[in-house]
């Protein structure tokens, strides 16, 4: 009789008394609690390195999956920045401190502590759950609350969050690329400019804009006069040979005289050792007209790279792309009442089949 008081005595602790704990927490005092879902990929138009099928197939429509972009947006939703702009704007914290929810539910029973770092970490155990699928790299988000507009509310502002954050990501990404190329870009404009500058200021100074070009003029009338002055004297040295005393002899001595004084003048203007020759101005101009040349391919370099880190940043550029909107639950998924009493009647069941089994030994030990 007292074995049998005591077996029930067992019962009624480990089955009994638990299991119409769980019939009145899961039955009356929970709880419910609806959870809304959301899926999204964030990808670029960068082509897949890979060459064989399946890279082809990881790019489908010319988009590759970048999960490691995917685990940078999981890191934001779950941080406090996001919990912090939520409270702001939606005052979470207020709402799962609310008294319809149940006394092991709600945020600070517990603890008696409502601060942000305690709301933090059961923003992260209790109300937001992002998931990164390590073949598709699709984030699930998940949002949990005791109120169903809220849940969804909730998701759908971590998603408007999520879309800014790779915004600014595409924005420090372009930046980091282009800036650089841009400045070089400035400098480069600003530097041929002044070569510019230079090299216009040089012909105004020394009256020429080109002194190669403009000597081919002057050179080609000595030329002429020179051909003129061979043919002169060729006449001068018959006369002389054959008729020593003919009277044009002087006006071709005169017509010769004149030839050479013009080709000296002609030559002394385009290679003369003054400095208001064509040539003396050659030097400075052709390091004038040397500096502009290279600052022009420096410049055209420079607008080629900037084009091509455009064209980088533009491939490297990061998309949300959403799978599946943020859903507004009809029905609380947890607490699941009949299966959490069910596991805590047959736990109390297994748990008093051990201590029987065991007290049973421990008798039997003894009474030998």
């Known amino acids: 009789m007292k074995s049998l008081k005591r077996v029930n005595r067992l019962f009624l602790i480990t089955v009994v008394i638990p299991t119409c704990v769980a019939l009145i927490y899961f039955g009356l005092i929970a709880s419910d609690e609806y959870t809304s879902v959301s899926s999204f990929l964030v990808r670029s138009p960068q082509q897949s390195s890979g060459a064989s099928l399946g890279g082809l ?6 988009f590759s999956q970048s999960q490691g972009d ?8 779950l941080s406090r920045d996001a919990m912090t702009v939520l409270n702001q704007e939606q005052h979470i914290k207020s709402a799962f401190q609310s008294p319809s929810i149940d006394f092991f539910n709600r945020f600070s029973t517990l603890s008696f502590n409502d601060s942000l770092e305690e ?17 598709s790299s699709i984030v699930t988000l998940s949002t949990r609350a005791y109120d169903a507009r809220l849940s969804r509310d909730m998701n759908k502002r971590l998603l408007e969050l999520s879309e800014h954050i790779v915004n600014q990501m ?17 400098v480069a404009t600003e530097n041929d400019r002044v070569a510019t500058l230079a090299l216009a200021r040089y012909r105004n100074s020394a009256g020429v804009i080109d002194p190669e070009r403009q000597s081919n003029i002057p050179l080609q009338q000595v030329g002429k006069l020179q051909d003129d002055l061979i043919a002169t004297r060729v006449q001068i040295a018959q006369m002389e040979r054959l008729s020593p005393e003919n009277p044009g002899l002087p006006t071709l001595r005169d017509r010769a005289t004149l030839l050479q004084q013009a080709i000296d003048q002609v030559s002394q203007r385009v290679a003369g050792a003054q400095g208001g020759s064509l040539a003396s101005k050659a030097a400075e101009f052709q390091r004038l007209t040397l ?25 490297k550029q990061l998309y949300l792309e959403r799978i599946s909107e943020p859903s507004l639950p009809d029905h609380a998924m947890s607490p699941r009442r009949g299966r959490s009493i069910l596991a805590t009647f047959m736990l109390g069941l297994i748990l008093w089949g051990v201590l029987t089994i065991v007290i049973g030994g421990v008798k039997e030990h003894y009474d030998r």
């Open 57 to 62: 197939l990881k790019g489908v429509g010319g």
């Open 70 to 77: 995917a685990f940078t947006v999981q890191k934001y939703i």
């Open 119 to 135: 709301f933090y970490l059961y923003y992260g155990k209790n109300i937001v759950g992002a998931t990164v699928d390590a073949d």
């Open 170 to 186: 595409n924005l420090r990404a372009r930046a980091d690329l282009i800036n650089t190329a841009q400045h070089d870009v400035d």
């Open 291 to 315: 500096e502009k040349d290279v600052a022009d391919k420096i410049l055209a370099g420079a607008i080629t790279l900037l084009d091509q880190a455009r064209v980088e940043a533009e491939r």
